[in-house]
């Protein structure tokens, strides 16, 4: 059977869609790109915004067109909140919820028996897997924080974190297949270790659970770089941060979303921090580390957000110095509190908050990346791309700052992929690319 797979959304999605190639390749199914004519197209899906909720609808409706013989699959959080509305597609085949991954491959490969009448075809080899510099591991599952914004509490369940032994044993096969950087990933990635202890929240646990994973992590042979996913801004304080920055594998580059600078807003959000507090994290993250990279999430457009609010928010990510910003326009969420909220911003006046603030997040990018021209980073080197048209080899620094680097010879650029190697930074080119060359 020749499967395609398509992932939407966060980091963990993409974890998810591994591991469910895994299954196939396994069980010696060939996986192919989703371009390719396939027996199965499964697209990984997201609904975290109504733009998400399009996406995969457009997506599955385009593998549909692709091959009208096959079979296609929606899986993820999508489906599971699609069900809840009581929606349905008739292009669909298969709707496999979060719950249900673990199962696909024998899903599918009964469904091709019931249809053909027979067994299925196998190939003879697993598909190879694609060779990676940086893989994502899932570790934990599931939210419990409820903003009142957000979907994905009610479609991703509880707290479940994954065992350390069975995290380490993960990292092992990955560091055997090649992988130099491994970024730890969760929904809620601050309450790793919750649900495994009688502590009812991550507060109680001071961030121990997730700093002893990183510390084991990092003792896996050829593991060079472990990079933290998004985290709960309350996880920051001194002892995290100075036990954190002990690790020689940690990377200084921490992703605290904010999702707004203003405290009202923050309020209505129901997110458990005063711009005051978040500023005290990002201190605490400066002292134990040398130009830590802080990147974020910021909601433009939510309910009842004025001019005044939003004006406030610009002035604190400007106050912030964020290395990088993620803006997104606020989409109502049927189910969420905020859903029912009045106030609701009209869509004119999100997108043209969303571009000044966008505006502003380049402006902070380089701001942030200037103090590196001229200097020496170490740069994980990942592919040969096209950069401003000319050949590069791309790749990124420990503070997740994307760098290209002129391809002379095309041997000698392929033999640097998956190496971590001096660069010195020149000058920034297009899309918040830093161009460098290679130190010797």
């Not at 609808?57 to 699609?82: F, Q």
């Not at 190939?123 to 934990?140: C, F, G, I, P």
């Not at 055997?176 to 202890?197: A, K, M, N």
């Not at 994307?402 to 033999?415: L, N």
Request: proline fraction near 3%.
């Amino acid at each position: 059977m020749r499967v395609a797979f398509l992932s939407l959304g966060c980091k963990v999605n993409y974890y998810e869609t591994e591991r469910m190639k895994e299954q196939f390749g396994e069980r010696g199914h060939m996986v192919v790109s989703f371009e390719e004519e396939a027996d199965a197209y499964i697209v990984n899906t997201c609904t975290v915004t109504n733009i998400a909720d399009r996406k995969s609808r457009k997506m599955l409706h385009r593998a549909r067109r692709m091959n009208e013989n096959a079979l296609v699959v929606a899986a993820g959080c999508y489906v599971d909140s699609a069900r809840k509305r009581g929606e349905a597609d008739g292009s669909v085949d298969f709707f496999i919820g979060n719950g249900e991954k673990d199962r696909l491959a024998e899903v599918l490969e009964n469904a091709l028996r019931e249809r053909e009448g027979q067994s299925v075809q196998k190939k003879s080899e697993a598909a190879e897997r694609e060779e990676r510099t940086r893989a994502y591991l899932k570790v934990q599952d599931g939210c419990n924080q409820y903003c009142t914004y957000c979907i994905i509490p009610y479609v991703r369940g509880p707290l479940a974190s994954k065992p350390k032994d069975q995290v380490v044993a993960e990292v092992e096969k990955l560091a055997g297949q090649g992988v130099r950087e491994v970024v730890l990933t969760g929904i809620h990635l601050s309450s790793y270790g919750v649900d495994l202890t009688e502590k009812k929240s991550f507060l109680e646990l001071e961030g121990k659970p997730l700093l002893s994973l990183v510390r084991a992590v990092g003792e896996v042979p050829g593991i060079r770089r472990i990079r933290l996913g998004s985290l709960e801004p309350r996880i920051i304080t001194h002892a995290f941060a100075e036990e954190l920055s002990g690790l020689e594998k940690a990377c200084p580059h921490f992703h605290l979303s904010l999702q707004s600078g203003c405290d009202d807003t923050l309020k209505r959000m129901n997110r458990h921090y005063s711009g005051r507090e978040y500023l005290e994290k990002l201190e605490i993250l400066r002292k134990y580390f040398l130009r830590p990279s802080i990147t974020t999430d910021i909601i433009v457009g939510f309910p009842g957000e004025t001019e005044e609010e939003f004006a406030a928010t610009c002035a604190f990510a400007e106050r912030a110095g964020f290395a990088k910003i993620h803006v997104f326009k606020y989409s109502r969420r049927q189910g969420t509190m905020a859903d029912a909220m009045e106030g609701q911003v009209p869509e004119q006046v999100k997108a043209e908050r969303s571009d000044r603030l966008i505006q502003i997040g380049r402006q902070l990018e380089r701001a942030y990346g200037a103090p590196f021209l001229g200097q020496d980073v170490q740069v994980l080197l990942e592919e040969i791309a096209l950069v401003q048209g000319k050949e590069c080899l791309v790749g990124y620094n420990e503070r997740y700052m994307r760098v290209a680097i002129p391809v002379r010879e095309r041997m000698q650029a392929e033999g640097l992929c998956n190496q971590v190697v001096p660069v010195r930074i020149s000058s920034q080119g297009e899309d918040g690319i830093w161009l460098g060359e290679i130190e010797t």
